[in-house]
């Protein structure tokens, strides 16, 4: 029946060409490759000899009742990144001979969950790693986990008093809160709040830099940005502060130039004006003695290391080597004493510990089977026959033929179409014709397979085939940027990989919504809108990785069709091989994405038994289909928003 199934040659194919295809040795470097199972397997230590196969764990997590889909998240990897970030700062200091220090802090807002936290906060004790807090709610988070008295709090966004306030107190617990001024009237409210409470918090300020990002976030500097002072008005600051009394509490200055920074000649210069304005508020006689570079550090989603939007034109050590060099020429030439230098590098430390796998509840795709004849067919089905017959004969070489019998079959589509709106056709010879027509696509791409130069319109034909996997997921809830920002992640199997992929396809997720899609996927440098995969062999699950969206994807998720979030676990090498959950945190039932939109549980099962009693008096219920009913739906309440698999 399966036209579209390709001869292969499985013999040829091998893990290695799935891991090209993929991109998978590029992009998942140190932690991600495939066994000679066809299985990736994860390293979360970075280190190929500990390693787990994903497939093995999947099925093993199913026995426990922990059905995909799942998010998975490798504590080891989260450890494995602060320890890079640290080890690529310490090497440089080193190397450059740098009289300062690396002391960084983790902005909460890439993944707020209390266990990401607690893991970062207790894995960076030894680097004194602190956190950056972006409102008053993520402030408490900061506060009340952050129990390191020499790790660094800064205080970022918009401040009202009671967030000035809350931060001198908290430095009389003996945490350390920078009170980063983001704003001018920031400055009068901070002396405001000091004369009240006759105490003062630690202060940064975040200048406005005129040196321009591109990308995405690139509007979070520059003049128009909402963010930081102008030089005028960091003077300006500098003169209230130093009436105030309050001048020896400027300890810091700030700059932030947007998320996923993809060109590090950006970075440079920025950090060049940057290291002006640190010394000049020295001279101004601020104590200073921190620079905090803010976030940007990026990730090679597509490992094609460009100044593309999915990658970095820079390594991690790059980056570390400019930041030190950059600041240490500024300072040297100034006879400046260096700073300690500080990053918030959010996406740089998350993005690899967690990752998404789904399963495919099933495909779709055209119909593009020849029907068989049968008796004497309307003129444009016979056409349609014909153009068939004449496709399969041409070469693949005689472009130009192939072409006109193409435009010869959508003609004779059309034709049919015609003929059934007057009703001249029924029903039956109207799907004729569109199915012959797909028929005559597929000839014709089947034709177009090698690398020609194919006309635009016949190279669409392939997406027009090409199969829709249903996943069991909600984009909306679990891969938000890619529809919000179209930004990519690794995508792929996560098993079958000594085996030829032999579809093209797209995913389609479960809500009603017709952007819930993935069909942007990475191509080293490029975008390609199809992904190769393999057809779904009856009975047995395929499950799909969403790779790199340990940053952002949890927190911006949203509720859209009220799918809530998925079970995540929390995963450990263990001591002796193998591995351990160290948590399990239920993905949301269905009674609390309803309670989220104030929809009590009780009240929906209240009025459904009034229903069905009112159905059984009617007659057209009977008492034990009844409470079949009622049992269902109390089940559902508390069962996941998600698909049930099958097997
Ligand atoms: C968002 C943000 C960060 C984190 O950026 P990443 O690109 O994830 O490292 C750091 N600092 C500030 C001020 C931010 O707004």
């Not at 900061?142 to 306030?165: F, M, T, V």
């Not at 490992?303 to 030190?324: E, I, K, R």
């Not at 699950?541 to 929390?570: C, R």
Request: net charge negative.
């Amino acid at each position: 029946m399966d036209h579209t199934k390709q001869t292969t040659n499985n013999d040829n194919w091998t893990v290695k060409d799935s891991e090209l295809l993929y991109g998978l040795d590029r992009w998942g470097k140190e932690y991600f490759s495939i066994n000679e199972k066809g299985n990736i397997t994860v390293s979360p230590k970075g280190k190929k000899e500990e390693s787990l196969d994903l497939m093995l764990l999947m099925k093993e997590l199913k026995s426990r009742n922990l059905k995909s889909p799942l998010l998975l998240r490798f504590d080891d990897i989260l450890e494995d990144r602060l320890e890079k970030l640290n080890q690529a700062f310490d090497s440089a200091i080193s190397h450059y001979n740098y009289k300062g220090i690396y002391k960084g802090v983790y902005p909460i807002k890439c993944n707020q969950q209390r266990h990401v936290v607690e893991e970062i906060v207790a894995c960076g004790r030894k680097w004194h790693f602190g956190l950056e807090a972006g409102s008053k709610a993520e402030l408490l988070i900061a506060l009340s986990l952050l129990n390191d008295p020499e790790a660094l709090l800064i205080c970022n966004g918009y401040k009202d008093k009671r967030y000035i306030e809350t931060a001198i107190l908290a430095r009389q617990i003996g945490r350390q809160p920078i009170v980063v001024i983001e704003q001018s009237e920031e400055v009068d409210r901070i002396i405001q709040a000091c004369k009240e409470l006759g105490s003062a918090p630690l202060i940064g300020i975040r200048a406005k830099l005129s040196s321009q990002s591109n990308g995405r976030w690139g509007n979070s500097i520059g003049d128009k940005s909402k963010f930081g002072l102008s030089i005028p008005e960091i003077l300006k600051a500098v003169e209230k502060l130093n009436n105030a009394g309050l001048l020896q509490e400027l300890i810091l200055l700030h700059f932030h130039l947007g998320s996923q920074i993809n060109n590090i000649a950006i970075l440079k210069n920025a950090l060049q004006e940057a290291g002006q304005i640190y010394i000049e508020l020295n001279r101004l006689g601020a104590p200073m003695g921190h620079l905090d570079v803010g976030g940007g550090l990026g990730i090679d989603y597509d490992g094609s290391q460009t100044a593309t939007s999915a990658s970095t034109n820079y390594s991690l050590q790059n980056y570390a080597n400019d930041v030190v060099a950059t600041i240490q020429e500024c300072c040297q030439a100034n006879h400046i004493n260096v700073p300690t230098l500080i990053s918030e590098s959010g996406r740089a430390i998350t993005s690899h510990f967690s990752l998404l796998i789904f399963n495919i509840l099933g495909t779709s795709s055209v119909l593009r089977d020849v029907p068989p004849a049968k008796g004497k067919e309307c003129l444009s089905v016979q056409n349609l026959r014909e153009t068939l017959l004449s496709l399969s004969q041409y070469s693949e070489n005689d472009l130009s033929k192939l072409q006109e019998a193409w435009n010869d079959a959508l003609k004779f589509k059309e034709d049919a179409l015609a003929a059934f709106r007057l009703g001249y056709i029924d029903l039956v010879e109207r799907a004729m014709a569109e199915q012959l027509t797909w028929a005559c696509a597929q000839a014709l791409t089947t034709k177009l397979s090698k690398d020609q130069l194919i006309p635009k319109e016949l190279r669409a034909l392939k997406t027009a085939l090409a199969e829709t996997y249903y996943a069991n997921i909600s984009i909306f809830r679990s891969a938000p940027d890619t529809w919000a920002i179209e930004q990519l992640f690794p995508i792929m199997p996560i098993h079958r990989l000594q085996e030829k992929p032999n579809k093209l396809g797209d995913f389609a997720d479960l809500t009603c919504d017709s952007d819930g899609k993935l069909s942007k996927f990475i191509d080293n440098g490029k975008v390609k809108s199809l992904l190769e995969l393999h057809s779904i062999n009856t009975g047995e699950d395929y499950w799909i990785g969403m790779f790199l969206g340990g940053a952002y994807q949890e927190v911006l998720g949203n509720l859209h069709n009220l799918f809530g979030t998925t079970n995540s676990i929390h995963i450990r090498l263990a001591e002796n091989g193998g591995y351990k959950l160290d948590h399990v945190i239920r993905g949301n039932s269905k009674a609390e994405v309803l309670r989220a939109m104030e929809h009590e549980s009780e009240q929906v099962l209240e009025r459904l038994r009034i229903a069905s009693e009112s159905a059984i008096q009617k007659g057209t219920l009977k008492i034990n289909d009844a409470q079949r009913f009622i049992d269902h739906i109390e089940t559902s309440l508390r069962q996941s928003t998600y698909l049930q698999e099958k097997n």
